[in-house]
């Protein structure tokens, strides 16, 4: 199962970007689809996640008001709207997708993805 990210890019504080995980060998339909980042010597972070069934979300509390996941109708594509982006933004971010839907789970470590792409690298600077 393969993802694949786009989107990544250099922007200036207070910017905005959108990310974008797709997949071509399987559907969405009923997943869970999380976007992580890791930032130089940090760990690596859940930011948000999206079951495609019934379309609830989480947001880590950093991020949450700010960024948007949601899944784009009629496409195997789930996007990240990053908006008022933060130095603190700064990381590769990646998509995961696990066909057992419930984002809850995932947060609370009683469940791991399946299915990871190579990341995208956000830079956020002057």
């Known amino acids: 199962l393969q993802l694949v990210e786009s989107g990544g890019d250099s922007v200036q504080p207070g910017g905005s970007l959108k990310l974008s995980c797709g997949a071509s060998?399987?559907?969405?339909?009923?997943?869970?689809i999380a976007w992580f980042r890791q930032a130089p010597g940090k760990e690596r972070e859940g930011v948000a996640c999206i079951s495609t069934g019934d379309g609830k979300t989480y947001y880590v509390p950093s991020v949450k008001g700010r960024f948007t996941i949601s899944k784009v109708n009629g496409r195997n594509t789930v996007d990240l709207q990053m908006n008022s982006l933060k130095r603190e933004d700064t990381a590769v971010y990646y998509c995961?997708?696990?066909?057992?839907?419930?984002?809850?789970?995932?947060?609370?470590?009683?469940?791991?993805?399946?299915?990871w792409g190579q990341g995208t690298q956000v830079t956020v600077s002057q």
């Open positions: 995961a997708a696990d066909p057992y839907p419930v984002c809850a789970d995932y947060i609370l470590g009683r469940a791991e993805f399946e299915s």
């Open positions: 060998e399987f559907s969405f339909e009923n997943y869970a």
